[in-house]
Structures are given as structure tokens and as C-alpha cells.
């Protein structure tokens, strides 16, 4: 693949990221079950390790409020895994903490799919 390929593919997650958190991307349950894989799974900043249902679930009481507005992303970085999926990290900063994020992306006939996500707190 090509540079300029992965850079295209690159701008296209980071404007996903944070994963969720794109209001515009939808909130309702198939909205997100359309963004997710069928075995998608995430370990979250405080190292539990979340299924699908548990997160979708979550995250529909999360939409219930406004989306805090002052979390920036930086440090994009990409690389491709296998053939149709790609691994995006990027630095989340939050008013009260720092951390490190994973998103593993997979693309299809259906667009793109999150198939694995992981937020690790910056000391």
C-alpha cells in the first residue's frame, strides 16, 4: 500500500475518533451495532474488558446527556494489519486525564467497522 493510501485512509478514522463520541456518526442502537463488528470488545482506561452489549448499552444512557465538547485528539499514527484492517492510535486528551488509545478498524462492503478499542491512562 502506498503512502499517500494510508495517509487518505488515516484522515478518514481520525475524524471517527474518539470512537463514539461522534454524535453526528448516530446513537441509536443500530447505529452502533452498524459500527461495530459482531464480536467487537474494547478494554477501557480502567483495564476491564467490555463486550458489545455492555458497551452499546453504556454508551445509550451515556446519549441520554449532552457530549462534553473540550476532549482533543492528537498524535495520529496508522498502519495496516492485514488486508482489510488497519490500527489507528491517537493521544485523548480530557479535562482531568491523559490517555493513549487503540481503535482496530476493519472496512467492507458495509463501510467501516470497529472490531477492538483499548484507552490506556498516560502517567
Not at 459500527?35 to 452489549?53: L, Q
Request: charged share 30%.
Amino acid at each position: 500500500m502506498q503512502n499517500s493510501d494510508l495517509d487518505s485512509i488515516r484522515e478518514v478514522l481520525s475524524a471517527r475518533e474518539p470512537i463514539f463520541h461522534r454524535r453526528e456518526l448516530g446513537t441509536s442502537r443500530d447505529d452502533l451495532l452498524q459500527m461495530t463488528v459482531d464480536d467487537f470488545w474494547e478494554i477501557g482506561a480502567s483495564g476491564e474488558a467490555y463486550d458489545r452489549d455492555f458497551v452499546i448499552a453504556h454508551l445509550l444512557e451515556r446519549y441520554k446527556t449532552p457530549e462534553p465538547d473540550d476532549w482533543a485528539c492528537s498524535d495520529f499514527a496508522i498502519r495496516q494489519i492485514a488486508q482489510d484492517l488497519y490500527q489507528l492510535n491517537y493521544v485523548l486528551q480530557q479535562p482531568n486525564r491523559r490517555t493513549r488509545r487503540t481503535t482496530l478498524w476493519r472496512t467492507s462492503n458495509e463501510g467501516w467497522k470497529i472490531v477492538f478499542h483499548q484507552g490506556t491512562i498516560i502517567g
